[in-house]
């Protein structure tokens, strides 16, 4: 069974401070990692696709990375706007359509 | 104007009754998907729809069924809510097959719903 755990749960950090959020994954043929930033009270965002280790890509102050096992979004310098739930999912190549796996989130605040 | 739109925003209902939440989309996508979020489970799968015709059950699709009255509407009803059904749900779409951009999900703002 596919599985996406997220750590930590929740992170806070001071204006400027980076630092990575970890998305470890299980699934039999990854067919895609997903990430998504949710604003309370709002649905999820999409951020980054990432489909092979070794794949990275940015976005301002946020780069995301993947290995086979595990995927960090890294934040840099942060700003009190980062402030959002982060959601990880994955696709399994094997569920042969579009259903994503969710992690239940890393909720992070930046403080000035 | 949001691409996802969902109705209503916000909903106290009581046990028993039947609820319909409904989405719309203007981003021409062909398949629709209604999740609910609880706290501390993430996103789960309810129904999902490749197109008008094609529906399917996802992984939480007892006491919910769905209706799809055309390419940009996707509605979900609770034919007798009951008060675990309290939670946030969420429509999400995605455009058909077009290689490795086929999986992105947009998401509509959501519904609160609350079954007392």
């Known amino acids: 069974e596919d599985q996406v755990t997220q750590s930590p749960e929740a992170l806070r950090l001071q204006e400027g401070e980076s630092s990575s959020l970890n998305c470890s994954y299980t699934?039999?043929?990854?067919?895609?990692l997903f990430w998504y930033r949710q604003d309370p009270g709002k649905g999820p965002e999409f951020l980054f696709t990432?489909?092979?280790a070794g794949e990275e890509k940015e976005k301002e102050r946020l780069k995301a990375t993947l290995t086979k096992k595990e995927s960090f979004l890294h934040i840099t310098a942060p700003k009190p706007e980062d402030s959002a739930t982060y959601l990880c999912a994955v696709r399994d190549m094997n569920t042969g359509f579009q259903k994503l796996v969710f992690g239940t989130g890393t909720r992070l605040l930046v403080s000035p | 104007d949001a691409d996802v739109t969902q109705t209503p925003r916000n909903r106290i209902t009581k046990t028993g009754k039947r609820i319909m939440l409904e989405c719309s989309q203007t981003k021409g996508h062909d398949r629709m998907y209604w999740y609910r979020q609880d706290p501390g489970l993430g996103l789960r799968l309810i129904y999902y729809s490749f197109d008008v015709k094609d529906i399917n059950k996802g992984e939480i699709s007892d006491g919910y069924s769905v209706s799809r009255q055309a390419q940009a509407k996707f509605s979900l009803s609770l034919e007798s809510a009951i008060p675990n059904q309290t939670a946030l749900y969420f429509c999400a779409t995605s455009a058909g097959r077009t290689g490795q951009t086929d999986n992105e999900q947009f998401f509509g703002p959501g519904t609160r719903l609350t079954v007392l």
């Open positions: 990432l489909y092979s």
């Open positions: 699934v039999s043929g990854l067919r895609g």
